[in-house]
């Protein structure tokens, strides 16, 4: 069974950093791709960035791109998401995902994605 639990949200000021934690359990197969996604009050929801486990390739939204940075523990089984910069636009209820997949995580759309963590707050404000 497949459990996704996201931590570390929370309320911070412009410019100030986060990292987002995604614990993993129940990938038994070989391939996956696991990535953060977010929904505003109001907006769809977005991929933030994913990892493809096969080969470790990541990819970004434009409006992350040398902001945030994906990584996965693999000691741990955790994914993490380091938030840096963050601005008045990145609000929002933070997602992890996974699905199993052997194709690279950048062709996945946010409806291929089998499994949900239950979300975690990010508020910035000053």
């Known amino acids: 069974q497949v459990q996704l639990v996201e931590s570390g949200g929370g309320l911070v000021e412009p410019g100030r950093s986060l990292r987002l934690s995604c614990a993993l359990s129940g990938l038994i197969y070989d391939y996956y791709a696991i990535g953060w996604f977010r929904r505003a009050p109001g907006k769809e929801r977005e991929a933030v960035s994913c990892?493809?486990?096969?080969?470790?390739?990541?990819s970004y939204a434009d409006s992350v791109k040398g902001r945030f940075t994906i990584s996965r523990d693999n000691a741990n089984n955790t994914l993490l998401l380091q938030m840096n910069g963050l601005k008045p636009e990145d609000p929002a209820v933070y997602y992890c995902?996974?699905?199993?997949?052997?194709?690279?995580?950048?062709?996945?759309?946010?409806?291929?994605?089998?499994?949900w963590g239950q979300g975690t707050q990010v508020t910035v404000s000053s």
């Open positions: 995902a996974t699905v199993r997949s052997r194709a690279p995580c950048v062709v996945i759309s946010v409806h291929e994605y089998h499994y």
């Open positions: 990892l493809s486990t096969r080969d470790g390739r990541t």
